[in-house]
């Protein structure tokens, strides 16, 4: 019975990796930093997570004000989002597929910690969100997701990227 049940939540685990990011916890002071420094996140912004994991980065948004909407694929990461972050009335975290599901029409900026192989997915995504919201949005990475030449600015290992939208006949 213990194997079965070990293998159901190996296989479970593994099919979410596939589809996302490992979990891997950020450091809030980093990410607090990087909403001052590289874009100044404010009571004017609605910050989405794609991936939020615990909902840090959704917590430091909401200390800046912002209302911060996380989206997260793994229902353990989901419940543990939730649950820390239950007091915070801007925040809101739902179980979803980031590559399945719209942004909110209020979205000014979007955090990504993501995998190299997301690179595409990633670019089609806010490309296409811009272009339906018709405005720009901005992009925060951590790591050197789409490029360091391509970044609007950098701080640390953080990259602040905008997406216009694109013009169609």
């Known amino acids: 019975m213990a194997f079965w049940l070990v293998a159901v939540l190996v296989v479970f685990f593994g099919l979410i990796i596939l589809r996302g990011a490992p979990y891997v916890p950020s450091r809030s002071a980093y990410i607090a930093k990087a909403f001052t420094d590289l874009y100044l996140l404010s009571d004017r912004d609605v910050l989405v997570d794609l991936g939020s994991g615990d909902g840090i980065v959704l917590r430091e948004a909401a200390k800046k004000g912002a209302r911060a909407v996380g989206f997260e694929l793994n229902p ?19 179980l979803t597929d980031i590559w399945l599901t719209p942004l909110p029409g209020e979205t000014t900026v979007v955090y990504f910690f993501g995998v190299e192989r997301d690179k595409q997915k990633l670019i089609n995504k806010m490309q296409s969100e811009a272009n339906r919201l018709s405005r720009n949005l901005k992009l925060i990475c951590y790591g050197d997701m789409l490029g360091e030449a391509d970044a609007e600015r950098s701080d640390g290992a953080y990259l602040l990227y905008d997406f216009a939208p694109l013009q169609s006949d």
């Open 76 to 94: 353990v990461l989901y419940m543990t989002a939730r649950l820390l972050s239950r007091r915070q009335p801007l925040v809101n975290v739902y």
